[in-house]
């Protein structure tokens, strides 16, 4: 009878180490779990701000490259105006004074 409760008290013993065990296990893979999410969310994180980088980078570029196309288109038309009054400079003179004039009467109203 002795035997069979020293045989329990060591399974006992035995069922009590393995649940201490379990719970460390436990605990290093909760912590190993969590580390790999910080890792994941640094990860994460540098991702987008990365891709935030390259999308304003290009919409930089893009910007850049319509404004030297507007400053192009509008060189090119002062160009063209400038040419079309020495082209005809009494023609040009007229046509401003009745613009002047036209925005003088519009301004009266």
Avoid: C
């Amino acid at each position: 009878m002795m035997e069979a409760k020293s045989g329990q008290q060591n399974e006992y013993e035995q069922v009590r180490e393995d649940l201490r065990r379990l719970q460390e296990d436990m605990a290093k893979l909760t912590r190993s779990v969590a580390e790999g999410q910080k890792n994941n969310i640094s990860h994460l994180r540098d991702e987008i701000r990365r891709e935030s980088r390259e999308a304003f980078d290009q919409v930089k570029r893009r910007g850049d490259e319509a404004i030297d196309r507007a400053k192009e288109a509008s060189g090119k038309a002062v160009e063209n105006v400038e040419h079309k009054i020495e082209e005809r400079p009494f023609l040009s003179i007229v046509l401003m004074f009745l613009a002047g004039l036209l925005v003088g009467r519009l301004l009266d109203r």
